[in-house]
């Protein structure tokens, strides 16, 4: 699987996965040039590691009920990322996250993004809630992933533009 690199997702992405371990890896690599002045999340995890390669999340899933294993983990003290309330809008995914039975304010209450991989023609639901904790570590460059999938195999790449959002206005801001 590779994913897409955009304006703001500017990283190549190859991911591999083994069905009959639900083992996933995602592999990126940063498309700034060393010659450029500007750097993105790669950039700077690979400048805070010796520039040497590393881990940058890993994903937990929740098999039955991300929602309550949201709450559970906030109750313990766990911090979220928190997307910005114009994901939740209609014209944005609010369509999207009602057209697969969710309730998009307690998603939003909960900060839960949804990637659906149906195109218009499929009815079965192929959908991927996920949430990102707050960097871990105080060198902004660990987070933890929680995430159901509902028939969906990919890695949310409808929700990278989002978190790339997230991360970077933590990371410009010094508060992950």
Same mark, same amino acid.
């Given at each position: ?34 010659q450029q002045k500007s750097s993105d999340q790669i950039k700077r995890? *690979?400048? %805070?590691?010796?520039?040497? /390669? ?5 994903? !937990? #899933? ?39 039975g969710e309730n998009i304010d307690e998603l939003a209450e909960l ?16 959908? *991927?809630? %996920?949430?990102?904790?707050? /960097? ?5 460059? !660990? #987070? ?10 990919g890695f949310g790449a409808g929700n990278i533009r989002t978190l ?13």
């Open positions: 699987m590779r994913l897409f690199a955009s304006e703001y997702w500017k990283c190549s992405e190859t991911g591999c996965f083994n069905n009959e371990l639900s083992l996933k890896f995602v592999f990126a690599e940063s498309l700034i040039s060393d995890f *690979l400048s %805070q590691h010796k520039n040497q /390669s590393g881990i940058q999340h890993i994903g !937990f #899933f929740c098999a039955k009920n991300i929602k309550e294993s949201v709450r559970i983990a906030q109750a313990n003290g766990a911090e979220f990322l928190t997307p910005c309330a114009d994901y939740y809008l209609r014209e944005n995914n609010g369509n999207t996250i009602e057209s697969v900060g839960i993004l949804l990637d659906n991989e149906c195109d218009q023609s499929e009815i079965a639901d192929k959908s *991927l809630l %996920q949430i990102f904790t707050k /960097s871990i570590f105080n060198n902004d460059t !660990f #987070f933890l992933e929680l995430i159901e999938r509902r028939g969906a195999r790339w959002k997230i991360v970077q206005q933590k990371l410009d801001s010094n508060t992950v």
